[in-house]
């Protein structure tokens, strides 16, 4: 085992980083459907 490798199986790590990055990408889309699409909506 190399000093980088994490610990336990490899396929949860995997599916925990995988479902964190798909969850950080829908907050960034929802912030930006909510917030910015509308800013520049009514700053026009």
Do not use: K
């Not at 990055?21 to 829908?26: E, F, H």
């Amino acid at each position: 085992m190399s000093v980088l490798e994490l610990p336990g199986r490899r396929e949860a790590w995997l599916t925990a980083a995988a479902t964190l990055v798909s969850y950080g990408l829908i907050l960034v889309a929802m912030f930006v459907v909510l917030f910015v699409l509308p800013y520049l909506a009514f700053s026009a």
